[in-house]
């Protein structure tokens, strides 16, 4: 079973608008950590956000937030005034602490954002 | 600040050739990682180290071999190049610390290879 799920390989969004981009996930782990990496087209892996599965509130970081709805098992990333510059790939990641994994992280398959202007 | 250095950049082989992948970061990470990411899908663990002188297989080990032989090095090699290892590698570096999950992995610019 997939681990992590984003459901939209497009998306689309007009300039100085919010979007939300859709990650689901699938662990039985009481302790895990979620994670959202920008990918822009020169390819390097940019970390935006992390939330902690005891985090109380919902972890945000200058335009970016994470809607962490955990008994939906979902932490969609928010940006808000989108910005050209935000057309990029997004991936949603996982780490599940209790089963000793090292660490590693579990990633999903992605959306690609395009911000029109 | 240098972070991880991944080289070569890009690079071409013919399918039976080897080559090694090298990773490098200046951020004393215990951890260190190398993950594949093809077309339409996310990027998948090959393999990882904990700390100098230790690696363990991922999710897609087949094919490849590593070493960390220095905490800031870990290498990734090829020793028999096939089509289907015609991909981009990252390599990513992380501290070990104690809070739960919080363990941010850093990543290299990636190598793109081609097996003809």
């Known amino acids: 079973a997939q681990k992590i799920t984003q459901t939209q390989p497009g998306m689309f969004v007009q300039e100085k608008e919010a979007v939300t981009l859709d990650c689901t996930y699938d662990t039985s782990d009481p302790s895990y950590g979620l994670f959202w990496y920008k990918q822009p087209s020169s390819g390097e892996m940019i970390f935006l956000i992390y939330q902690g599965s005891y985090d109380q509130q919902n972890a945000t970081e200058g335009r970016y937030s994470l809607n962490f709805q955990k008994a939906r098992k979902s932490a969609n990333l928010v940006i808000s005034a989108s910005q050209l510059g935000d057309s990029a790939m997004y991936f949603c990641a996982m780490r599940e602490i209790s089963s000793g994994s090292a660490r590693q992280l579990t990633f999903g398959s992605g959306t690609q954002l395009t911000v029109l202007p | 600040n240098a972070g991880v250095t991944q080289t070569p950049k890009f690079r071409v082989l013919k399918t039976g050739q080897s080559m090694t992948l090298l990773c490098a970061q200046d951020m004393n990470h215990e951890y260190m990682y190398w993950y594949r990411q093809d077309p339409g899908m996310g990027l998948r663990l090959i393999h990882y180290s904990v700390g100098e002188g230790t690696t363990a297989k991922g999710e897609v080990p087949d094919g490849y071999n590593v070493s960390r032989l220095k905490k800031q090095n870990f290498l990734l090699g090829l020793e028999s190049a096939a089509p289907s290892q015609t991909s981009v590698y990252f390599c990513?570096?992380?501290?070990?610390?104690?809070?739960?999950?919080?363990?941010?992995?850093?990543f290299g610019a990636g190598t793109r290879l081609s097996v003809l």
């Open positions: 990513a570096s992380s501290y070990s610390p104690g809070l739960a999950g919080g363990t941010i992995q850093y």
